[in-house]
């Protein structure tokens, strides 16, 4: 079974840089579209980036500039580098990923990014 599975989140101050990361474990077969959503209490899960398996990505409107996403296709993992972090960026970030084929989509089990003023 394929699992997604997040590292990294945690407290920092504004102003301050963070990495996440997502791996793919439980499968040897590549994975499509990769990400990253991420929910604020009582908001919806919005998209944050994508990035292909060719590593085209694109970005939230609240998010670029600030944040650059990267993969690995050996490894099946993820990366999320965040500069400049905000307040407002404080979130459950979750990761993704789809299969090829399917496109079926994968979730992380979500990991806390804490941003304080």
């Known amino acids: 079974q394929v699992q997604l599975v997040e590292s990294g989140g945690g407290l920092v101050q504004a102003g301050e840089s963070l990495t996440l990361s997502c791996a793919a474990s439980g499968t040897t077969f590549p994975l499509g579209n990769m990400g990253w959503f991420r929910q604020a209490p009582g908001n919806q899960r919005d998209l944050v980036a994508t990035i292909t398996r060719g590593s085209i990505s694109n970005y939230a409107d609240s998010v670029k500039g600030r944040f650059t996403v990267s993969r690995d296709n050996i490894k099946n993992t993820v990366y999320p580098y965040m500069n400049s972090l905000k307040p407002e960026d404080t979130a459950l970030y979750y990761c993704?990923?789809?299969?090829?084929?399917?496109?079926?989509?994968?979730w992380g089990q979500g990991t806390q990014v804490t941003v304080s003023s």
């Open positions: 993704y990923a789809e299969t090829i084929g399917t496109r079926a989509r994968l």
